[in-house]
């Protein structure tokens, strides 16, 4: 999918980080965006940001930008998002299902909250956004993309990474399954894992959006991780990269996204180390 221009995009988590980075980069490329998240003066600012954006030379003109509020690990709330999209923009071309929350710590120490909690808005959330959007986006029958942000965490798991890992592995194998199934059946329909590693972003203060009725007391080894992420992430890429990394992803169809190529290397130690029975050192 080459051309962005006058097309519409959907971006959840879109009220900070590289969620909203991505939506001031499909707004500079002439997209009409639908911006979505749980933090409502968030989303309002970059709502504002990218009505203000300037637009690169070539492209048809300026989009519009709406915005709903939305809990992506609920599928009412999401069918709702897609109805709105669908009702009032009449075709969705880009879909980023990006939304996602962070919590380390030892799995043993992870309450079931703390599960619902990571498995509700990080995979539920690209599972629901699959079911409201994916069967119309096929119905079009026009070019589209999914990006769905997964994580190096979805690639590797380190000590400490506890039930957050284990949310972003599934959501690799979704996008996997997803872009299996679309290619079996032909359509014109492709996706993006996107995996980024430290991120200038505020993951590590997830908990600014937990539900009331899922906060559970920190444990000492979570609030290490957290410090941690806090200290990684304040080291790591402007979101602003991932963004035009996810652009350059959909322009050339490319399914796995890696903000660094140690990444790759990585990823074949990992692979010779579980073929021989060992387990992978990734210190």
């Not at 990571?118 to 119309?136: D, K």
């Not at 806090?230 to 796995?256: C, N, Q």
Request: hydrophobic residues 45%; proline residues 4%; negative net charge.
């Amino acid at each position: 999918m080459r051309e962005l221009s006058g097309k519409v995009a959907v971006v959840t988590g879109a009220a900070s980080g590289i969620g909203r980075a991505l939506a001031l980069r499909f707004a500079a490329e002439g997209m009409t965006l639908m911006l979505a998240d749980v933090d409502h003066g968030g989303l309002a600012e970059t709502a504002a940001m990218a009505a203000d954006v300037e637009i690169r030379p070539g492209t048809a003109g300026r989009g519009g930008v709406l915005t709903q509020i939305t809990d992506v690990s609920d599928s009412w709330a999401v069918r709702h998002l897609a109805d709105r999209c669908f009702g009032e923009l009449g075709a969705v071309h880009v879909l980023c299902n990006n939304a996602g929350v962070f919590q380390g710590g030892h799995l043993w120490t992870r309450e079931e909250k703390d599960l619902d909690w990571l498995l509700g808005v990080n995979l539920w959330g690209v599972l629901h956004g699959i079911h409201a959007f994916v069967p119309r986006m096929i119905e079009q029958d026009t070019e589209g993309h999914i990006v769905n942000t997964v994580s190096v965490a979805g690639l590797f798991v380190a000590p400490g990474s506890g039930g957050y890992s284990v949310s972003k592995f599934a959501a690799l194998a979704a996008s996997l399954a997803l872009a299996q199934d679309l290619s079996a059946t032909g359509s014109r329909l492709r996706v993006s894992a996107l995996c980024p590693g430290a991120v200038d972003t505020r993951i590590g203060e997830s908990d600014r959006s937990r539900p009331p009725g899922l906060v559970t007391t920190p444990t000492p080894d979570e609030l290490e991780s957290r410090e941690r992420i806090g200290r990684a992430a304040g080291r790591g890429l402007d979101p602003a990269e991932v963004a035009d990394l996810v652009v350059t992803g959909i322009r050339e169809e490319r399914f796995l996204l890696l903000t660094d190529q140690k990444y790759a290397a990585r990823l074949r130690l990992q692979t010779e180390a579980l073929l021989t029975g060992n387990l992978p050192d990734l210190r």
